[in-house]
């Protein structure tokens, strides 16, 4: 006699099995009804996390230009605003690593260029290749899927560089990075130098490698992994589908981005949805290659990390106290290199007065950044216009 | 050594020490510390004896303050003999860890914060120890951090001289009031004497430059644990991992007290020794290290190696 699998349970005891065809039915049902689920939550996470977060977008206007290589780049614009004390020279903002232009303007509090537009200046935010607006090379017959650092710094920075002197007629212009923002622009003032840079902002930007966190060196242990299957990270689908668990933070590796106490949860939710995009393996590899800490040209013949003695631009570094992607170790180190008279370092945490310890993302983004970290930037700019 | 000690009170005194110290509190005074603190737990022939070293103005308490327990108790439990030196002694730490030496017994030195520094200089001067763990203790010295000058500035004669708002921000995130306030009251050893070496160290640089601590690290011959927390405010990971200078040094092992690294709360100063959470959160991550460094190592009784060249970039 058979037994009911509920009434089996009551009496502790196991039901009978079923038949070889019964379980296999069973188990492609199952099968079924799970990829069903899984396929849904993933489509309703990527078309309806951008839609449960929505952003507006603030810049004036948005040029995308030729990079000459097959490739474009993003320059989105926010004039000085009316009845404030025009500056000098404009101001390029550039995003940092697997993200774009809402990396500094994601909200009107939550927005550096507007920030910066209402001192006065001519706010030019930069997408890089492959970000954005800028998009993607074609699917076929484009440029190799593939770019470096490099690529990013001696290529797609000049060419926003001088569209902005042009456009502007100013001699040079103030940069703003954050993350690899930053570090396209020690690259640059390397291979490329000259005056068109006057002053460098770098925040959170680490010149050179510091695996400080396990969770971080596990992470880059999987990138050749990676590289193995694809050519650019699908980082901004995969960020997209988990927007709604952005915050709070429930994985070590969610620490990695920002500190939980210094975000709003809507923050931490739009970034995710709006703010994250794919990027090439090769940009990966070339942050994460050198064991010896030191950041180098794709092809190894350069040292940027040593480099930076010859520098002799003007560079503000700004740390999150708590910022494992860029500890103020490496922040400390680049100032140390620096071959200019004129630097800065700032470690922005509890224990130099400021509200809250911050991490990688909310330097820019965090709850008091507007207060504290915006004000911050602008002071070096104005001093250096 | 004074032995005040041996093995763990019965609770009902340990409650009773606390109660005593929560009238103090209500009557309107502050609660005094105990007239001697213990300096010795675990048992005498243990096959590990590990000598603790306090961070700046704190004394023994700092490891195991009545009523709350702490480091000193936890590595006992773990069959350690545990000896708790006074921080205020540099001058006598080398005769104080050689006088711990008992046959082959393996000998440990944990420092915490300056007590940390103090071992390392320790070394250089001719002491001898298997092993090492230094949690939160400075290899750089400089004055980046606002809170530290403000310190430096107002020169207390002890900890409990400073207002309490500041103190809170140099030592700890998030150490209850129960375990602060009381550790505060211990800390009675000379503080002034201490900031102004620290200050002269830093030299008054923008940056903190590492400094001779990092060279005997880099000589030393036994297995070294590294452990700090990017929230302690006096020696945060970028003065106390020595991959922030240089390439990893071979023998020396850092651990990020985060929670990126899963370590769920945030850690001052303070806390990384003297938190009740560290207890289930810290102690296994330094047990574990003694653990897996327990076989000889070859280098039995290890001080510096000659050979080695200064790391400082």
């Known amino acids: 006699m058979s037994i009911p699998e509920s009434d089996a349970r009551r009496q502790g005891r196991r039901a009978p099995a079923r038949s070889g065809v019964d379980i296999g039915g069973r188990l492609a049902l199952d099968g079924a009804v799970r990829a069903l689920v899984c396929l849904s939550l993933v489509l309703s996470g990527l078309g309806c996390s951008r839609w449960l977060y929505p952003v507006t977008e603030r810049a004036a206007s948005v040029s995308v230009l030729p990079t000459g290589d097959g490739w474009h780049i993003a320059l989105h614009r926010f004039p000085p605003a009316s009845g404030a004390t025009p500056r000098h020279l404009p101001v390029v903002v550039c995003h940092g690593v697997t993200s774009n232009r809402r990396n500094w303007d994601l909200t009107d509090r939550l927005s550096f260029p507007a920030h910066l537009a209402r001192a006065g200046f001519d706010v030019y935010v930069l997408e890089l290749r492959g970000s954005g607006v800028a998009g993607r090379g074609p699917l076929f017959g484009g440029p190799p899927p593939q770019y470096t650092l490099d690529d990013y710094a001696t290529v797609d920075v000049p060419v926003a560089i001088e569209a902005v002197r042009a456009r502007t007629g100013a001699p040079a212009v103030h940069w703003v990075g954050h993350s690899m923002g930053g570090i396209v622009m020690y690259v640059y003032l390397q291979r490329i130098g000259g005056d068109a840079v006057r002053s460098v902002t770098a925040v959170g930007s680490p010149p050179y490698v510091l695996l400080q966190s396990r969770t971080l060196a596990e992470a880059v242990d999987l990138l050749p992994v990676a590289g193995f299957f694809f050519d650019t990270l699908p980082v901004g689908l995969l960020s997209e589908a988990a927007a709604p668990v952005a915050w709070p933070s429930r994985l070590p590796e969610q620490h990695l981005l920002w500190n939980d106490a210094n975000m709003e949860p809507a923050t931490a939710r739009a970034l995710a949805a709006h703010g994250t995009h794919g990027i090439s393996v090769g940009v990966m590899e070339q942050m994460a290659a050198s064991r010896d800490g030191h950041l180098r040209s794709a092809d190894g013949a350069i040292d940027y990390t040593a480099g930076l003695a010859g520098v002799r631009t003007p560079i503000f570094f700004v740390a999150g106290s708590v910022d494992h992607l860029a500890p103020p170790a490496t922040l400390i180190e680049g100032y140390r290199r620096l071959g200019a008279a004129d630097k800065r370092v700032e470690i922005v945490g509890r224990a130099n007065g400021y509200r809250d310890d911050y991490g990688h993302i909310d330097l820019v983004m965090g709850r008091h950044a507007p207060d504290e970290v915006y004000p911050l930037l602008a002071e070096w700019i104005l001093r250096h216009d | ?55 700046l103005g704190f004394g023994p308490t700092v490891f195991d303050l009545p009523g709350v327990g702490g480091l000193a108790p936890a590595l006992a439990r773990a069959g350690h003999r545990v000896h708790a030196l006074p ?96 550790l505060l009251d211990h800390a009675t050893a000379p503080l002034a004497p201490i900031l102004d070496r620290w200050q002269r160290r830093a030299a008054g640089r923008v940056v903190p430059a590492p400094d001779a ?78 653990a897996e460094h327990r076989a000889p190592s070859g280098a039995p009784q290890a001080g510096l190696l000659l050979e080695s060249e200064p790391v400082r970039r």
């Not at chain 2, 005769?95 to 440990?108: A, I, M, P, W």
């Not at chain 2, 750089?140 to 309490?164: H, I, K, M, N, T």
């Not at chain 2, 590294?226 to 405010?233: E, N, R």
């Open chain 2, 1 to 55: 050594m004074t032995e005040a000690g041996r093995g763990r009170g019965p609770p009902r005194r340990a409650a009773l020490v606390g109660l005593g110290a929560a009238l103090a509190g209500c009557a309107g005074g502050r609660p005094r510390p105990a007239a001697r603190s213990r300096q010795a737990w675990g048992p005498p022939d243990a096959p590990t004896t590990v000598a603790l070293v306090p961070t």
């Open chain 2, 87 to 182: 921080g205020d002694d540099e001058a006598g730490l080398v005769e104080r860890l050689r006088g711990l030496r008992d046959g082959g017994r393996r000998l440990v030195g944990i420092g915490h914060g300056w007590g940390g520094a103090q071992i390392l200089r320790a070394l250089a001067a001719g002491a001898a120890l298997d092993a090492l763990v230094l949690i939160g203790a400075p290899l750089a010295f400089g004055g980046e951090q606002r809170a530290v000058q403000a310190l430096w500035a107002r020169r207390p004669a002890r900890w409990g001289d400073l207002p309490a708002p500041l103190a809170r921000r140099l030592l700890t995130v998030g150490l209850p009031e129960r375990v602060r306030r009381p």
């Open chain 2, 213 to 290: 601590e990092l060279d005997i690290l880099a000589r030393f011959a036994g297995p070294t644990l590294c452990v700090s927390s990017p929230t302690d405010a006096l020696f945060p990971p970028h003065v106390c991992d020595p991959a922030a200078f240089g390439p990893p040094l071979p023998r020396v092992e850092h651990r990020l007290v985060a929670p990126v690294d899963g370590v769920a709360l945030r850690y001052g100063h303070l806390d990384l020794v003297a938190h009740p959470a560290a207890r289930s959160t810290l102690d296994p991550i330094f047990e574990a290290w003694l």
